[in-house]
């Protein structure tokens, strides 16, 4: 009977530990899925910190996303805002702008226009870089494209070539013809005033040429400029978002470790429980099972006595 009672001992040590870590694990799995509706209907109604409108998922940024010196400026106006909060992207846009307009203030004592339109483009996301080229051949006057042209031509090999051929015709034919006949003669007075006529046009349409191109570098130099500019404070707001969030890997991967670490350590709790259990219920069956071996040789004894 002690036997008996002790094995069904053994079975019901047996299918309550499991049974145990069932229920444990069901009701895990019930705060889990709990949490992931809670999650899903947060997600679906996002709500902006600043204003209070409802935002769309793809209009949302939570704030521990930011860089944290963006988070402490916009604190700064509004410090009830948590880690776990969510604002509009125009609004992340307008405090980005206001930060960096003051950022350059600080380094540089004042904005300048040019600053102004890169801290502009960051806002709203524009490109500034340009082709110089077409705006400034968009804007340009007849007299201008016939400047250009003559002092493009005035300054190449094919001007050089032609115009010394046409001075070796006109002196050759002058000399051919001798000093009655010839139309300029030797010394060539009429060549030498065509020459000066031309030399006192062709200089100002080459300056006028000269002035449009330093005026085009000049724009050219100012579109790199704010293009450089740009690229700076994109990059060092890349470093800062780049070191933000390889900080908070670290610290998300430090906090799966200990959870990964405490749910080991239950793990082994209950294993050691479940061995001892078990030991005990073997030490208690072995002990039953002895016991009626000791009992049989007592019996015959007994009745030797009586007769």
């Not at 509706?37 to 409108?53: F, N, P, Q, Y």
């Not at 600053?115 to 524009?126: A, F, K, Y």
């Not at 870089?129 to 400034?136: G, L, M, R, T, V």
């Not at 040429?209 to 130099?221: H, I, V």
């Amino acid at each position: 009977m002690t036997a008996g009672t002790l094995t069904s001992g053994t079975d019901n040590t047996d299918t309550t530990v499991p049974s145990d870590h069932m229920a444990e694990t069901e009701a895990m799995a019930e705060a889990m899925s709990h949490s992931i509706s809670e999650a899903k209907v947060k997600a679906l109604r996002l709500r902006d910190a600043i204003s209070g409108t409802t935002l769309k998922k793809k209009d949302a940024v939570r704030i521990d996303d930011l860089r944290p010196t963006l988070v402490d400026y916009i604190r700064m106006d509004h410090p009830q805002i948590g880690s776990d909060d969510y604002i509009s992207r125009k609004s992340v846009d307008e405090y980005r702008g206001r930060y960096i307009s003051e950022l350059l203030v600080n380094e540089r004592g004042e904005l300048s226009t040019l600053e102004g339109d890169v801290v502009e483009s960051l806002r709203t996301h524009d490109t500034l870089a340009e082709n110089i080229e077409e705006d400034y051949d968009e804007t340009r006057t007849l007299g201008d494209r016939v400047a250009d042209r003559v002092a493009s031509f005035g300054g190449s090999w094919t001007f050089i070539i032609s115009f010394s051929a046409f001075l070796g015709v006109w002196m050759v034919i002058n000399v051919a013809l001798g000093q009655k006949n010839a139309f300029d003669a030797y010394p060539f007075i009429l060549l030498n005033l065509v020459l000066s006529t031309i030399a006192a046009l062709q200089a100002p349409v080459i300056m006028m040429s000269q002035r449009r191109t330093e005026a085009k570098d000049r724009l050219r130099a100012l579109n790199e400029y704010k293009v450089n500019l740009k690229a700076e404070l994109e990059i060092r707001h890349l470093h800062e978002k780049v070191d933000h969030l390889l900080n908070r890997q670290w610290e998300r991967l430090t906090e799966i470790q200990q959870i990964q670490v405490e749910m080991m350590l239950e793990q082994g709790r209950k294993a050691s429980k479940v061995v001892k259990v078990r030991r005990v219920v073997k030490r208690k069956a072995k002990g039953a099972k002895k016991s009626p071996r000791t009992n049989t040789p007592a019996e015959p004894a007994a009745d030797t006595d009586a007769v």
